[in-house]
């Protein structure tokens, strides 16, 4: 798909960050928006932004919850008719070792990266081959190598890349492109707001903006990869990490060392 003028575009997590960006960028192509995410206000400030270039129509909804997929897809499909592109963005992360998070912060990102967006794929991909477009993950580096003080939230991206890579083999030659895009660290507040808390070794790599990731997931949409990496060397280093989990061990204290600097230089800057 290459024109997504008039083209009903759901988005999860849509209300900041790399969903906010997703929005601007679809909008900007005249495609219909279906904006999802928990808090009303965040989604109302960007239905407010966007109305003068699109349609858009908002949906406040936990994705986690149960129901939440039957809820989207109805009213995808009672506010358009008809559903082309889903981008599953939505994201937890309870960070910190797994021993210091109770079982019930881990199974909600479960539910939120791993089983939302295979539930919402599913349901979506019913209506999505009729007219052909695109189904796009928004997963992370940490999917591509494990990260310590986030076991489970690299689990759950590490099955979300497994998935798209798996769903685009099943999908080839037929009318629906699916991918993955795999970020580092991006300066969103996702990370920004809760510095002190994320660990040291994610400001390693090169950060990302929102617009950056968002040009990447309309890769993905239009069908011209099945995953980008990005920054593409920091893809290249999480793969030799996963190959040679040694190595990984061994560059990781280097790598922390970078990241503290960096951190204090992200928290200066204002």
Known sequence: MQDFKGKTVIITGASAGVGEACAKAFANEGANLVLVARGQAGLDAVEKALSPLTQVKTLALDIGESGACDKLIAFALEQFGNIHVLINNAGAHFRGDVVKRSSKELASMVDINLRAPIEFTAAA?????????????????????????????????????????????????????????????????????????????????????????????????????????????????????????????AARPTLYKIGRKNKNKYRNRK
């Open 125 to 249: 991909l019913l209506h999505i081959q009729k007219e052909g477009g695109a189904i796009v993950m928004v997963g992370s580096l940490a999917g591509r190598a494990p990260l310590q003080g986030a076991a489970t939230y690299s689990a759950t991206k590490a099955g979300l890349r497994t998935f798209a890579h798996a769903l685009a083999d099943e999908l080839r030659g037929s009318n629906v492109a699916v991918g993955v895009v795999s970020p580092g660290p991006i300066d969103t507040g996702f990370i920004m707001d809760e510095i002190d808390n994320v660990e040291d070794i994610v400001y390693s790599q090169p950060m990302s903006t929102a617009e950056q990731v968002a040009e990447a997931v309309m890769k993905i949409a239009r069908g011209e990869e099945v995953e980008i990496a990005m920054p593409a060397m920091s893809g290249t280093l999480t793969t030799f990490s996963y190959l040679f989990p040694t190595l990984r061990r």
